[in-house]
């Protein structure tokens, strides 16, 4: 079989037959019965005759290409995804030190934006499809940085009671619970409130389960954003509960009546109120 292969690829390698130059005599031998002369068939039966030693040749070559290619084919649906997963293995974030991960994490949350600024600018913190919920989903490893480690990304509340009364009631105690969880991770550090109620639920009912949820924290509230009036009862704050405070800002509409907030907030330095007028 070696022979066999080495003299077919010889004769290929010789490449392939002369094609005699005399078409336009074929072309008129075709259109008639007309015989070739002794010389021109002698011409015309080697031409034959190697052309299609050659052809058998070419078609034993193309069909080890083929097999060949065949081959590689496979080696490559094999080894391509092994040198894929492989690769995934060196990614730069696997080896970047903690406390780059962590000034990364931080930046994406906006913790180092001006409160005002990023409560404008970020959705809802029960959206699980933002930082920081969005982080814990990757890996493992993240996880254990973003919810354990770093509780500092958990300490920027902004709270949309309209978001909850949009959502089905089903979806309503889910809600909730990201809401506990989110105030969970922050574990003891200061929090920046930031609760809108311009759009609040029917529900009195739900609308006093959710603030009581973020007031369960008020002894932790650094900073409170009010939007819509100010909105808290405060039966569900205790006296000495918002010891922390140090910062309010209400927002409100014209339409709303001017409405009192009478809170002991011994840290206090700094209160103001914006109105929005309707264009």
Partial sequence: MSIMVNTRVACL??????????????????????PPTEEEEENFR????????????????????????????????????????????????????LDVLELIFRFGVGYFMNPEDFFNSTTHCLDINSPPWIYARVCRGWKDIVVYKLPSLWTRVKFDLGKIRNSSSRRIPMALSLLSIYLSRSSALPLTVYIDMFSAPASPDLVGIALRLVAAHSRRWQSLFLVGGQGIDTKILSGDSLMSLENIQIQESSVEAPRSLDIAASQLRAWSANIQFPL
Avoid: W
């Fill in 13 to 34: 390698q010789r490449g392939p037959p002369t094609i005699p130059s005399d078409a336009s005599r074929i072309t008129q031998l075709l259109r008639t019965n007309e």
């Fill in 46 to 97: 080697f031409f034959v005759k190697s052309g299609r030693s050659y052809l058998s040749n070419l078609d034993f070559r193309i069909a080890l290409m083929k097999n060949s290619l065949h081959e590689m084919e496979q080696i490559k649906g094999k080894l391509g995804p092994e040198v894929s997963r492989y690769k995934g293995c060196l990614g730069a974030m696997r080896r970047m030190p």
